[in-house]
Nanobody
Framework: QVQLVESGGGLVQPGGSLRLSCAAS????????LAWYRQAPGKQRELVAG???????QYAASVKGRFTVSTDSAKKSVYLQMNSLKPEDTAVYYC???????????????WGQGTQVTVSA
């Protein structure tokens, strides 16, 4: 089984910073993509930032220039450095991985349990 475990959420004042971490564990042959999504109350889950095999990186327009996504392939981990946080960044943040457990497997999507980020004075 594959598990994604997130950490680093919390309460921060506007203008502050947080760093989210997500580590994948279990039987993993290869990782195609690692990404962060978020879901605010009453809203749909949206892509925040993603990294893809081949090196491409994608950011939501609302976080470009403030958030930075990075990975550590040896640790099978993805990080989200969030700076200049705004109240509208308040949401549950989810880690997502597209990966193959075995060489003969199809790539599948896996989700973490989510971590709450609250930006408030």
């Amino acid at each position: 089984q594959v598990q994604l475990v997130e950490s680093g959420g919390g309460l921060v004042q506007p203008g502050g910073s947080l760093r989210l971490s997500c580590a994948a564990s279990g039987s993993i042959f290869s990782i195609n993509a690692l990404a962060w999504y978020r879901q605010a109350p009453g809203k749909q889950r949206e892509l925040v930032a993603g990294t893809y095999s081949g090196g491409s990186v994608q950011y939501a327009a609302s976080v470009k220039g403030r958030f930075t996504v990075s990975t550590d392939s040896a640790k099978k981990s993805v990080y989200l450095q969030m700076n200049s946080l705004k109240p509208e960044d308040t949401a549950v943040y989810y880690c997502n991985a597209i990966l193959k457990q075995y060489a003969s497997d199809y790539a599948r999507s896996y989700w973490g349990q989510g971590t709450q980020v609250t930006v408030s004075a």
